[in-house]
């Protein structure tokens, strides 16, 4: 297994962080450990509110990476998982489905985090490489979770006015996911309107309730909600889930059950992905002859180019991140440029949702179908030091634009695929079925759906979509690795990560636990964590131990001897007495994590901790989650 970065040591943090970092400590030592890192605690295992990490290279100076929680330099208020989820809208955003504010029931902010950071790192390392004299690097965990939720931002605060979806009742238990008369919990996915028609008229459903369906069932990805009417979902309630995967056989639909996360935790194959980490790196070619590039900024990766063919979100995020580094991004759009430019809401004739995600690059309108097309592509590739796609498996190939065809051109070349799918052969590999590799198939084929469901009380995971943020995230950082070790060791290659390795990464706790394969400690559950209602606005409260929740008990002249249930049940009552914001200043008095929930993304600029990492254009925009000095 090529691990790019063995020669590296991550210093610190300790084996024993201040519980709300010990979920990114677990996921930065895990990440770390499938680079190759070799990590070194301090002697002092003392949790502390500070958390903070020293990368070296053979070749560089140290660089100390600061995580916070809020982007203060000094900070006494704690910030778990769920109260930054709660304050920078994923709650919200995660809730729409169901109608309420609700946890996303995974580490997930910690886990972006904790990617992220590394990234910063390793990018500074980079820059010491390239002559920029930088040391330290700041990340928060409010930063990256603002950058995860920065679509949903762009288009709730965009003046113009968002896209309405059609009003439709809404069963108690809406779709999808599905559930046939057997009892399988399944998902659909399709991209082709007329496979959806033909599906929903071969069950002799009406043609213009279909259609309504689709309109909400093609925006889920935009909106994180999708009220298909209950008519649609009573029909397959009818049906055994065998009759309709032969109907979407039939009709070209795609249909995957929800696997139960011990399924995936007992699968070899995953337990090999968990293994092997989120990427494949092949870092074979020689490079020895490449040109090193001047800085054109303070950024660590200006003088870079990245030319990229994406579409969606998780291929465009990882240009996105790149950019923010610095690199110049080249962005090849097909002739009339790439149609989600045009969906709404619009501002200055660009989708806002668009424009979060490719506002910073250059962009040529290619043919990459035609020959000429493709001599543009290489053309832009000889004088390239990254070249990365998200296309469907083998169209590199067919294109004669894989990494073999392009590494002739340049050898020092980074070429990267965010596929969908598996990362272990190099290339993209489906399961057994041909199941497109989009974000809620792969969440229901990973159990990362189903660990959502368990820990939420859904039937299935999440319309936010949170595998294409963190396959984006995590292919920014095996580009960002694979740079490194061009520069260190003169060698160029290809980067391979996947919406499936960014699932197995947020079931990296659940591995651990069977197989115990890692120095890593599994971060502690909290022992109350929930949203409460107030008589003015909601607030998110975490007690990360038994003192504290006994402490708030107290605080409140509640028994302390409740059982845990009865202990919800007084703490909803008594918090429907004051406001949200009397609550807090209490709250905080006592050291009890606790924030406002925001409900309306509009409303993020009104928390001043969060304010830094927000401008006001014509959207709010999400700035870049890091800070080099």
Same mark, same amino acid.
């Given at each position: ?96 489905a169901g109608g309420k504010i609700q946890p996303l029931g995974l580490h997930y902010v910690s886990t972006l985090t904790a990617a992220m950071a590394l990234q910063g790192a390793v990018a500074a390392a980079l820059g010491q490489l390239r002559g920029l ?141 968990? #293994? ?5 790196? /092949? !870092? &074979?070619?020689?490079?020895?002859? =490449?040109? @090193?590039?001047?800085? +054109? ?103 004669? #634009? ?5 590494? /002739? !051109? &340049?050898?020092?070349?980074?070429? =990267?695929? @965010?596929?969908?799918? +598996? ?37 299935g995971g999440s319309l936010f979509t949170l595998l294409d943020v963190l396959g984006g995230v995590i292919a920014a950082q095996g580009i960002t690795v694979a740079l490194l070790n061009r520069f260190m060791n003169r060698r160029g290659g290809k980067v ?7 699932a197995t990464l947020l079931c990296s706790e659940d591995f651990q636990r069977q197989y115990n394969s890692f120095d890593t400690q599994v971060p502690p559950a909290c022992v109350l964590s929930e949203v409460y209602e107030t008589k003015q606005g909601k ?91």
């Amino acid at each position: 297994m090529n691990r790019p970065l063995n020669q590296c040591v991550i210093t610190g943090p300790s084996r024993n962080p201040a519980t709300h970092f010990a979920a990114t400590a677990f996921s930065l030592f895990y990440q770390a450990s499938t680079l190759g890192i070799k990590m070194e605690h301090p002697l002092d295992e003392t949790a502390t509110g500070r958390f903070a990490f020293t990368f070296r290279t053979p070749v560089t100076t140290p660089v100390t990476c600061d995580i916070t929680a809020w982007g203060h330099d000094t900070e006494s208020a704690q910030a778990s998982e769920n109260i930054i989820q709660a304050a920078c809208g994923m709650m919200s955003v995660h809730g729409r489905a169901g109608g309420k504010i609700q946890p996303l029931g995974l580490h997930y902010v910690s886990t972006l985090t904790a990617a992220m950071a590394l990234q910063g790192a390793v990018a500074a390392a980079l820059g010491q490489l390239r002559g920029l004299t930088v040391a330290n690097t700041r990340i928060s965990m409010a930063s990256a979770a603002l950058l995860g939720a920065s679509q949903y931002i762009a288009d709730a605060t965009v003046s113009a006015a968002s896209e309405n979806l059609p009003a439709v009742k809404k069963s108690e238990c809406p779709a999808p996911p599905f559930i046939s008369s057997d009892g399988v919990v399944f998902e659909l996915e399709t991209l082709n309107a007329d496979s959806w028609l033909k599906f929903w008229t071969r069950l002799e459903v009406n043609p213009v309730l279909a259609g309504t369906g689709w309109t909400a069932f093609l925006l889920r990805y935009a909106k994180a909600s999708a009220p298909v009417p209950d008519e649609l979902s009573h029909t397959l309630t009818q049906i055994s889930y065998r009759d309709i995967a032969a109907l979407c056989a039939q009709t070209g639909m795609s249909i995957c059950t929800l696997y139960t996360l011990h399924e995936r935790v007992a699968d070899q194959r995953f337990k090999d992905e968990w #293994l092997n980490g989120p990427w494949a790196f /092949g !870092l &074979n070619t020689d490079a020895a002859h =490449a040109q @090193a590039k001047p800085l +054109s900024c303070s950024l660590p990766l200006s003088g870079l180019t990245v030319v990229e063919s994406c579409r969606r979100i998780q291929g465009p995020l990882a240009g996105h991140l790149l950019a923010l580094l610095g690199a110049e991004v080249i962005r090849i759009e097909p002739p009339g440029g790439d149609p989600l430019r045009g969906m709404p809401p619009i501002a200055d004739g660009c989708s806002v949702r668009f424009d979060a995600l490719n506002r910073l690059k250059t962009v040529r309108e290619i043919d990459i179908k035609s020959a000429s097309g493709q001599s543009e592509v290489m053309a832009l590739v000889r004088e390239a030091d990254v070249f990365l796609h998200n296309w469907a498996p083998h169209k590199a190939a067919q294109l004669t #634009l894989d990494d073999g065809d392009l590494a /002739g !051109l &340049n050898p020092a070349l980074i070429y =990267a695929y @965010a596929a969908g799918w +598996s990362t272990q052969d190099g290339d993209a590999r489906t399961p057994s079925d041909p199941i497109p590799g989009t974000d809620f198939m792969v969440q229901a084929y990973s159990g990362v759906a189903h660990k959502i469901s368990q820990a939420c009380g859904s039937r299935g995971g999440s319309l936010f979509t949170l595998l294409d943020v963190l396959g984006g995230v995590i292919a920014a950082q095996g580009i960002t690795v694979a740079l490194l070790n061009r520069f260190m060791n003169r060698r160029g290659g290809k980067v391979t990560s996947s919406l499936l390795s960014a699932a197995t990464l947020l079931c990296s706790e659940d591995f651990q636990r069977q197989y115990n394969s890692f120095d890593t400690q599994v971060p502690p559950a909290c022992v109350l964590s929930e949203v409460y209602e107030t008589k003015q606005g909601k607030i998110a409260v975490d007690c990360c131990n038994e003192e504290m929740v006994q402490r708030l008990l107290r605080l409140l002249d509640e028994p302390t001897d409740c059982a845990p249930p009865d202990v919800h049940q007084r703490l909803q009552t008594v918090f429907l007495t004051q406001n949200a914001s009397r609550w807090l200043s209490l709250l905080q008095q006592a050291g009890i994590p606790a924030v406002a929930v925001a409900e309306d993304l509009s409303d993020l600029p009104r928390n001043a901790q969060l304010q830094s990492f927000l401008h006001r254009g014509t959207y709010l925009q999400v700035v870049s989650p890091w800070s080099f000095q």
